[in-house]
């Protein structure tokens, strides 16, 4: 039985706030839901003692509603200057950069990710074209014969790529790759890759007034998760609580 300053919190709902908070193991879905329960009632209590008008409805729905009137009443929360997001830009500058450019062709040799025996036979088939295309072949006429992209009726040409543009396991390798044939395919959920990068724009630091904004956002949310966290755990250090020990170093408020 868990009691928060002598207020009981029942185990059935412990049991009904288990499904928000989706855990490896039972057991670890029922302490979280234990500890969400245990702060949502410390918050409750300090927002009755403040006087706020807080309906007793459970947290989900109830704590986000006044979490922001007892922030706005017991907690200073500075705001980022424009001096400090300067510093955050100038010593993070590669956050900053706009995407890279590729240009790209490239023969898709299609294989899905559960066919072993077509995926085995699309890598061979892609280290016997990289041959061909070593000795001079074209890679438009490999690409027309064998590629399953549409992109095989321009030459294998997908033109200019930036970030986002494709599946995560194709650019990752793309990106750090040079100029030119790349020696080996690159394999992704649909298959193998045969791949030419004609040119490679690097990506451009970007000027601090066009991301002045998002980073002074960056650092106010930074700032009020660190406030939020020790709020609480100045509510959990205070108060008086059976049947539940708060490791707060590991906690993931404390984070």
């Known amino acids: 039985m868990i009691q928060v300053n002598h207020t009981q919190i029942p185990e059935k709902d412990i049991l009904a706030e288990m499904q928000y908070h ?29 006087g706020l008008d807080i309906a007793n409805d459970g947290a989900a729905t109830s704590q986000d509603d006044f979490l922001e009137q007892l922030l706005a009443q017991e907690v200073d929360i500075p705001t980022a200057s424009a001096d400090e997001c300067e510093q955050y830009y100038r010593l993070n500058p590669g956050r ?12 898709l040799l299609a294989a899905a990710p559960e066919d ?27 690409a027309k014969h064998y590629s399953a992209c549409p992109s095989k009726e321009t030459g294998g040409s ?3 790529i930036n970030r986002g543009q494709t599946v995560p396991e194709f650019e990752r390798q793309l990106f750090s790759a040079e100029p030119g044939l790349l020696p080996h395919a690159i394999e992704s959920r649909y298959g193998f890759h ?21 980073i002074a956002e960056y650092l106010n949310e930074k700032v009020r ?9 100045t509510l959990i250090v205070e108060a008086e609580i059976a049947g539940y020990d708060f490791k707060l170093s590991a906690s993931p408020l404390m984070q």
């Not at 085995?120 to 438009?140: C, D, M, N, P, R």
């Open 22 to 50: 989706p855990a490896q193991s039972q057991r670890d879905a029922m302490l979280k839901s234990a500890e969400s329960l245990i702060i949502a009632e410390l918050l409750r209590q300090r927002a009755k003692t403040l």
């Open 96 to 107: 900053f950069e706009s995407s890279p450019l590729v240009e790209v062709s490239h023969i």
């Open 116 to 142: 072993d025996k077509a995926r085995v036979e699309a890598k061979t088939l892609s280290e016997a074209l990289i041959s061909q295309l070593q000795q001079g072949a074209s890679l438009a006429e490999l």
């Open 158 to 160: 997908l033109g200019q």
């Open 194 to 214: 045969v791949v030419l990068i004609a040119r490679k724009v690097p990506g451009q630091l970007l000027p601090f007034k066009a991301v002045q904004q998002k």
């Open 225 to 233: 998760r660190k406030a939020v966290a020790q709020y609480i755990h």
